[in-house]
């Protein structure tokens, strides 16, 4: 993507680009040479590079709003503007909802909902005032375009981030665009922990139309692309980064010859 995508001297902020598709998104954007600033609640283990140059973290916790507003200051601060936001922070554990409560379904609407906002609240006071303007990007899921279960509370969140995203279109436009990414299966370092081990993997990659997981630079070059001027007229957009989708359950339980 770097090849024909020139971000340099675009400034980017990626949430919870340290690990797993939020460091393939940093990757993607460095490779592009962008420059990149990461934040999540811990810093990496290493230091997230690409192309022979490396992305700046900043500890923030998403859910304290004056935090966000500090933080989004001190990119203005060092950088002097700001051309893309990556809301990809997020994420949820399994949980069927006859054992879930009310406390955790909040806590999982503030950081895959809300946090989202508040950090498009803030980058918004940036990119408004740019001659460029700007682009938000949101980090979606298939949870919330189909039933979700065991992660239900994350499938409406992301729903709502998706609906979220198409208001923000039209409220911002001309200035800043607004896109969402909607994500299915991404092989990542955690990969394990839902599908077990590589045949498992693998096994749950055959049920993807093109027969695997995604990367995550795969869904990084997604990003670049939206990012970038060759997207100038995309705002309000739903991109599907999910290999075809799920295959139908139907297809494999039919039993009509053809």
């Known amino acids: 993507m770097a090849a024909i995508i020139d971000l340099s001297g675009h ?11 939020g460091a393939g998104i940093t990757r993607a954007l460095l490779a592009a040479g962008a420059e990149v600033v990461t934040c999540a609640r811990r810093p990496p283990d290493r230091p997230v590079e690409a192309a022979g140059r490396t992305a700046r973290f900043r500890p923030l916790d998403l859910r304290e709003p004056d935090a966000v507003g500090a933080f989004f200051d001190r990119v203005r601060d060092d950088h002097g503007r700001l051309d893309t936001l990556v809301n990809n922070a997020g994420g949820t554990p399994f949980r069927l909802l006859a054992d ?10 503030a950081l895959n909902l809300v ?50 995203a198409r208001s923000m279109a039209v409220e911002w436009a001309p200035r800043v665009r607004v896109n969402t990414l ?15 081990d590589e045949d498992g993997i693998a096994s749950v990659g055959r049920t993807v139309p093109l027969g ?10 997604a990003c ?14 739903s991109l599907h ?18």
């Open 100 to 109: 879930s409560d009310p406390h955790h379904a909040a806590r999982l609407v």
């Open 182 to 196: 909607v994500l299915g299966m991404v092989r990542t370092e955690l990969s394990h922990l839902h599908y077990g």
């Open 241 to 258: 980064v999910h290999g075809g989708g799920e295959r139908p359950a139907f297809l494999d339980a039919a039993t009509v010859n053809h």
């Open 212 to 221: 695997r997981l995604a990367e995550p630079t795969e869904i990084g070059d």
């Open 115 to 164: 946090a989202p906002l508040t950090a498009s609240l803030a980058a918004y006071e940036l990119m408004r005032g740019q001659e460029r303007g700007g682009s938000i990007l949101m980090i979606g899921s298939v949870s919330g375009t189909r039933p979700s279960p065991g992660t239900a509370v994350y499938g409406a969140a992301k729903a709502g981030l998706d609906n979220l």
């Open 11 to 21: 400034v980017a902020v990626v949430t919870g680009g340290t690990r797993g598709v």
């Open 224 to 237: 670049v692309f939206l990012a970038s001027d060759r997207a100038a007229y995309i705002s309000g957009a």
